[in-house]
């Protein structure tokens, strides 16, 4: 791997990689440098990961092999003269986790660079994310190894081509914000059913983990499991009737195909 990792936004994202990457050896501390504007968020990622931080993008992207824009969509046209100023000087590899921005975008920031467009997502936080990865038109296989390298830090990669990457937002990169509600709402009806709160949540998260886990180690169609807790005239029915009724599907569908419009409109 190269020995330079520069992370243009110490957010919660930026965190997560640097975290994990650091915890796994894939870079050492000294080999990642951040750019943030914000004071306070520097000193905290120094103290506490021992990276270098400062808030002059312009040093991070010139000292780094590895470039990852891990700053809001919205203010990257902000970045793009640093990157060209060094695009005529050096050659990187750019990562980008912005949601939306298309690689054409990307490319034309960095004219000749290699550049892969990634969508993670917050458990990467914890090491459980899921990760697409999308290569631009000077990345090579050498390249796209580099950067499942560094998203197999935190979590799953799969390589997608980059037309599916603003789908695979609406789905694992916002999903967490679904699934959390599901999760909340599922210890308010515990609540409501009069469990004590911390129980609720822990029943809640629980069932979640583990029908995740279920799903993903039998390898059965959802359906299949859902209709082995369903006994007939029993609880589960009564319960499923209730969610139909609710429109959880439709909800679920629309919003993570309304996730995705909203990539492609962030890209526009
Ligand atoms: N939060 C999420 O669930 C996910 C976010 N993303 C993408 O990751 C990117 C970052 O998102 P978060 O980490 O959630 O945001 P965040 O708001 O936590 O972090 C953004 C960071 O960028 C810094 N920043 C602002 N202006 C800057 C500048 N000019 N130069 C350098 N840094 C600057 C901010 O101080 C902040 O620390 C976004 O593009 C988002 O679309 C991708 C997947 C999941
Ligand atoms: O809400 C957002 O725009 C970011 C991108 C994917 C998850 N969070």
Redesign the pocket.
């Known amino acids: 791997m190269p020995t330079q990792l520069g992370v243009?936004?110490?957010?919660?994202?930026?965190e997560a990689l640097i975290s994990r990457l650091i915890s796994l050896k894939i870079f050492a501390a000294e080999a990642i440098a951040v750019?943030?504007?914000?004071a306070s968020?520097r000193q905290f990622l120094v103290d506490t990961y021992g990276v270098q931080a400062t808030g002059d993008?312009r040093a991070v992207i010139a000292n780094a092999a590895v470039v990852m824009a891990?700053?809001?969509?919205q203010?990257f046209s902000?970045?793009v003269p640093d990157l060209q100023a060094a695009a005529s000087q050096q050659t990187s590899l750019l990562l980008s986790?912005?949601?939306g921005t298309p690689l054409v975008t990307l490319e034309a920031a960095v004219p000749g660079w290699p550049v892969v467009r990634a969508?993670?997502?917050?458990p990467a936080t914890v090491g459980a994310g899921m990760t697409a990865i999308a290569p631009g038109q000077h990345a090579t296989a050498d390249h796209l190894a580099q950067a499942r390298t560094i998203f197999a830090a935190v979590g799953d990669v799969v390589e997608v081509p980059e037309n599916l990457i603003n789908a695979v937002t609406g789905l694992s990169?916002s999903g967490?914000g679904y699934v959390a509600i599901m999760i909340e709402a599922l210890a308010d009806g515990g609540v409501a059913a009069g469990l004590p709160r911390a129980i609720a949540l822990q029943l809640a998260i629980q069932t979640v983990r583990g029908t995740a886990t279920l799903v993903q180690d039998t390898d059965l169609h959802p359906a299949i499991l859902k209709d082995r807790v369903t006994s007939p005239g029993g609880t589960t029915i009564a319960g499923i009737a209730a969610l139909e009724a609710g429109g959880i599907r439709t909800a679920l569908i629309r919003a993570v195909k309304a996730a995705c419009d909203r990539a492609d409109e962030l890209g526009t």
């Open positions: 243009l936004g110490g957010g919660v994202m930026g750019g943030d504007p914000s968020r993008n891990a700053i809001k969509p203010i902000k970045l986790i912005m949601a969508m993670p997502n917050t990169g967490p």
